[in-house]
């Protein structure tokens, strides 16, 4: 398309050089036949006029002397022939070496100096010697015949002098009338070319391109089967073969994605039977596992209560380890419910105050809290946010608890609790003074059932941390340990804001809240 489109350019581009080169030429030609009418014949006819005029002057001047014998008569004779001199000078040069005007003048040159040495000179002298002379007389006649030869050269001059006139009107009407044509043909060329232009886009590329458009409408209303060919020039092809190229991998995506919405769709079938199941297996859990251990742990303690006296040490060290295995497990299937349970409550979520959710979980670890010594600060006012309260309670409780047990026997347990806004996030933090936890263990902490100590050291089941990054991840935020604190451990975790939540005071957000169970303040 493109090689058409210059190839129709370069052609008119080449007319219009042509037109050019011609029209310049014609006006060159316009110029200097304007420049030869204005500035040479018609200034050369005026000035022969004049001369003309200056030879009556003399000839007139000339008969009157003769007839009269008045001297006055002799000042426009004298005139004349000065003015002579200087109009034959004019007109020679304006026509130069050109005949027949060089000719002519140089005849009327002549014969003026010839009539005046011959008849003009003489008839004056007679006419100062003799006096004035009739109008018969032979000398009046003879200068007056030889004068008339004179009118006859001169009419001759002019008449050259109108035909030159005559010939360059001509030749400039003949180059105006080139000049329009040439217009009109550029003018022509140029119409031609932009139909020729128009006429080649909407043949080689219109009907090809609303072909297209046609097409792609097509597979845009979700008919995809219908394979898209275009004719026209190798470009419009081209794009036409993209566009190919781009249903064909639309239709191959389609199936595709159906295939994988049927698998999704299995797989969501396989998933709903798996958490029926589940469901009914933490039925199970908390209701049919859990009573054959309070079985086991109730006899034990009766065996225990009755034949005490007749089992040795070892004995009843085998029937705590027995007990305690059982409250053990117990406790590990009701951690493990719990964890189960979480992500199942989102329909049930409101707004909770997190100062509120940290007073339940004071209020659980009370006695351990009191006995521990902890003091619990809060350094900024907890935000209100949309979840479920229950679970965030558990966050509290899990990550307190943490800063309970794995505190230092030589140093004051302290516990700061932190929040500030960023974006739409709550950044809450929560620090202790305890043992804290190595930079390598930062991300297994979090994991389900990872320890870091021998359960002889720390009581727990190794739920804790996990239950928390799910609950904090299943509200929309994150949470992370401080790989570098300045002691002990730093929890940080995200929330997102609740976007209707009521935005506090300066005043109150720097109105902390110190809790200290030794002293019997509230939480």
């Known amino acids: 398309m493109q090689h058409w489109v210059h190839l129709i350019l370069a052609g008119f581009v080449l007319m219009v050089c042509g037109c050019l080169v011609v029209g310049g030429l014609v006006l060159s030609r316009i110029s200097d ?39 006055s008569f002799l000042e426009p004779y004298e005139e004349g022939v000065r003015a002579e001199r200087q109009r034959l000078d004019r007109v020679r040069a304006l026509v130069g070496d050109d005949q ?50 004179l009118r006859q050269l001169y009419t001759e001059q002019q008449s050259h002098l109108d035909v030159a006139r005559d010939q360059a009107r001509a030749d400039l009407g003949v180059a105006r009338t080139t000049r329009d044509r040439v217009l009109l043909a550029l003018v022509i060329g140029f119409v031609l070319a932009v139909v020729s232009l128009s006429l080649l886009l909407h043949r080689m590329v219109g009907r090809p391109l609303n072909a297209l458009t046609a097409a792609s409408d097509t597979v ?62 933490a039925y199970v859990a908390s209701h049919d596992l859990q009573e054959p251990l309070r079985k086991v742990a109730s006899f034990c303690r009766l065996l225990e209560k009755r034949y005490g006296t007749e089992l ?59 006995e521990s010594g902890a003091t619990v600060v809060r350094e900024d006012r907890l935000p209100e946010l949309l979840g479920d309260g229950t679970s965030l309670t558990m966050v509290w409780q899990n990550l307190i608890g943490n800063a309970v047990k794995f505190r230092r026997p030589d140093v004051p347990c302290r516990i700061t609790v932190g929040c500030v806004r960023e974006g739409e996030d709550w950044h809450l933090t929560v620090a202790d003074t305890g043992i804290g936890i190595a930079p390598e263990f930062s991300d297994k902490v979090f ?26 991840e299943f509200h929309g935020g994150r949470i992370w340990l401080d790989p570098h604190p300045d002691e002990g451990t730093l929890v940080h975790f995200t929330l997102p804001v609740l976007p209707e939540a009521p935005t506090h005071t300066t005043a109150e957000l720097l109105a902390p809240a110190l809790v200290s169970p030794q002293s019997g303040d509230a939480p």
């Open 100 to 149: 027949p005007f060089a000719g002519d003048l140089d005849r009327i040159e002549t014969a003026s100096r010839q009539w005046r040495l011959l008849r003009a000179e003489p008839l004056i002298a007679g006419v100062r010697g003799a006096g004035p002379a009739g109008e018969s007389s032979e000398p009046i006649r003879q200068s007056k015949a030889e004068f008339d030869t």
């Open 220 to 281: 845009r209303s979700g008919t995809f089967a219908g394979r898209i060919e275009v004719r026209g020039p190798s470009d419009v092809r081209a794009v036409a073969a993209a566009v190919e190229d781009m249903r064909r991998r639309l239709v191959a995506e389609l199936a595709e994605s159906r295939e994988r919405e049927t698998l999704l769709a299995e797989q969501a079938e396989e998933l709903r039977r798996s958490n029926s199941e589940l469901e009914q297996f």
């Open 447 to 472: 994991v389900i059932f990872q320890r870091l100590h021998d359960r002889d050291a720390y009581e727990g089941t190794g739920i804790g941390l996990a239950l928390c990054r799910k609950i904090v």
């Open 312 to 370: 040795d040490e070892r004995g009843k060290q085998y029937i705590d380890f027995a007990v305690d295995g059982a409250v053990r497990m117990r406790v590990l299937i009701e951690d493990l419910l719990t964890f189960s349970r979480v992500g199942r409550v989102h329909e049930s979520w409101k707004p909770v105050d997190l100062d509120r959710s940290l007073d339940r979980a004071l209020a659980n670890l009370a006695l351990a809290v009191e």
């Open 33 to 71: 036949r304007t420049t030869e009418l204005v500035d040479r014949i018609q200034p050369a006819r005026s000035w022969s006029y004049q001369l003309q005029n200056s030879l009556l002057d003399q000839e007139t001047g000339v008969r009157g002397f003769a007839l009269t014998g008045d001297a």
